[in-house]
């Protein structure tokens, strides 16, 4: 269980720093009480804070309370996830380096995580929204937010004071607290209608983008999210199904790319049996 000092010292700070940005500042004195609402209140100053400098004893605090949140979560290894070979016999000709886990990305112990960002690439301010990017923020700590403030500057200052990431690329980032290495940044396609061509093509370039940026700085593992299935409102069948073509497709362009096992990580039950209709034999 995460130390109830940790918790109170981190909030506390956490108010304390809020009060720098009073669009953001919250009354100290309506402090919670229980230890859920506390935690609670710290992920969502997390997620509503704005790219600033922080202090060396707010980072040190909240990297200590994330560690004992990931402690607690547990990290999981290539070791205990089977790969579509072993887990389903499928005839994939790369069933041996494919994997489909269902569970909580931010437990993963990989080369790299993929985040389904927006095209800002600050993470999800909305307090402890569902999204993907949201809970891959939060896991990994404010750092993060910074660390895509940074490339974000630099690319405006070269591209204009206008730019916003486009559809289909890659950005590699640190992983700060989190128990992978790397985590890579997409802006998947937002479907507002029909589902058309367009459309499937800019999905298609996250994924091969994604798998690129693995094999240029040789990472030997990825997992991937559902990328546009949510907020995105791309259907979960083509989406898996251009997933799963683009893998394949690239592993067998590219067998000298250096992965060795990449991960479809699902939520929810019915992206699962989704992806287990095209594994299986």
């Not at 953001?24 to 309506?30: L, R, T």
């Not at 990305?105 to 095209?119: F, K």
Request: charge should be negative.
């Amino acid at each position: 269980m995460l130390n109830n000092e940790t918790i109170s010292k981190l909030l506390t700070k956490l108010l304390e720093d809020s009060q720098q940005d009073s669009i953001n500042a919250f009354p100290i004195q309506d402090l919670p009480t229980a230890d859920a609402e506390k935690k609670r209140l710290i992920r969502s100053l997390m997620n509503i804070r704005m790219p600033r400098k922080f202090s060396d004893d707010l980072i040190k605090l909240q990297d200590n309370y994330l560690q004992e949140e990931l402690a607690e979560k547990g990290i999981v290894t290539l070791s205990d996830i089977p790969t579509i070979k072993e887990q389903y016999d499928s005839p994939n000709i790369h069933a041996d380096k494919i994997s489909l886990w269902q569970g909580d990305i931010t437990q993963l112990a990989t080369g790299a995580i993929v985040n389904a960002a927006n095209s800002q690439m600050l993470g999800c301010f909305v307090p402890c929204h569902r999204c993907i990017d949201n809970a891959i923020h939060s896991a990994a700590g404010m750092q993060l937010r910074d660390e895509c403030s940074c490339i974000m500057a630099k690319r405006r200052l070269r591209y204009g004071k206008n730019y916003e990431e486009p559809t289909g690329t890659a950005t590699l980032t640190k992983a700060y607290n989190l128990p992978c290495d790397y985590v890579i940044h997409t802006v998947g396609p937002i479907v507002y209608g029909n589902l058309n061509d367009t459309l499937r093509q800019d999905l298609w370039n996250c994924y091969d983008n994604v798998l690129k940026c693995c094999a240029e700085n040789k990472i030997t593992s990825v997992a991937f999210c559902c990328i546009s299935t949510g907020e995105f409102h791309f259907p979960n069948d083509e989406a898996a199904k251009i997933a799963t073509d683009t893998v394949t497709q690239f592993l067998k362009k590219n067998p000298q790319c250096g992965l060795t096992r990449i991960i479809f990580n699902v939520f929810k039950d019915s992206d699962r049996e989704i992806y287990e209709k095209i594994f299986l034999p």
